[in-house]
């Protein structure tokens, strides 16, 4: 039976969703204040820049996936994009659903497989996608899912962890496997959905290598800003064919 990464663990790929809803079940409650906490604060700037380097124009329809609490959903919208949110952890999506409402927004929520997209080819001007790559089973079929349904001249962003600069990886590591699973006991009552974030890190594909990625789910003119030394990276790349 083929495995899939898990953190560290090689699960079977069937599996591996299911372990991944439980992890975002059990932090949903508490997963915006754990941002701030073990970003301290940057993830609001990360974010910020994502939708920067998106340049939505009013009237632009804009998919983004894994849009867990809405950060990037709620900013796009104040754009005046069209924007259409999913995800395919029902707590999450709720949550971003109702602060969307809290907000005085009412917006497409579709819980789904970003795997598989139940939307028809060509029909977004732009996809995005915060922190949510890394825990997909098969990343080439996402990646290609998502290129599949932008239009003609539509780009896709990718915002996630990725290949911290050498010099700081030492200290990276101490704060990502023994300050990260700390602060998810105390504030969220779950050490071990923290260690799973540190691990996952681990795992994802580096700057060129996901950059090689989306080229070869066959979009164009691929680029990436490594953000706080690389601690985040933000990859776009474009739908030209």
């Known amino acids: 039976m083929a495995k899939a990464d898990f953190g560290y663990e090689q699960v079977p790929e069937d599996e591996k969703a299911g372990r991944v809803g439980q992890v975002f079940d059990s932090v949903a409650r508490r997963y915006d204040l754990m941002n701030d906490l073990m970003s301290l604060g940057l993830h609001r700037a990360w974010k910020r820049f994502a939708i920067s380097i998106a340049r939505v124009r009013p009237g632009e329809r804009v998919l983004d996936v894994a849009t867990g609490s809405g950060d990037l959903a709620r900013s796009l919208g104040e754009r005046g994009a069209d924007v259409w949110m999913t995800d395919v952890n029902y707590s999450m999506l709720s949550r971003g659903r109702d602060r969307m409402v809290d907000a005085g927004r009412v917006l497409p929520a579709v819980q789904c497989d970003a795997e598989r997209l139940p939307f028809p080819e060509r029909t977004f001007d732009c996809v995005t996608i915060a922190f ?38 030492k200290a990276y590591d101490v704060y990502s496997f023994r300050v990260l699973p700390w602060l998810g006991e105390r504030v969220a009552g ?29 979009l164009e003119q691929v680029e990436y800003f490594n953000l706080s030394a690389g601690v985040v990276a933000l990859h776009r790349g474009w739908k030209l064919e």
Do not use: C
């Open 190 to 218: 779950d050490a071990t959905a923290y260690r799973y974030l540190a691990e996952s890190i681990r795992m994802h594909p580096d700057q060129e290598t996901l950059a090689s990625m989306m080229r070869g789910a066959g």
């Open 132 to 169: 949510g790559l890394r825990n997909m089973t098969h990343k080439e079929r996402a990646l290609a899912e998502m290129k599949r349904v932008l239009r003609l001249g539509g780009r896709l962003l990718v915002l996630e962890f990725s290949r911290v600069w050498q010099p700081l990886a």
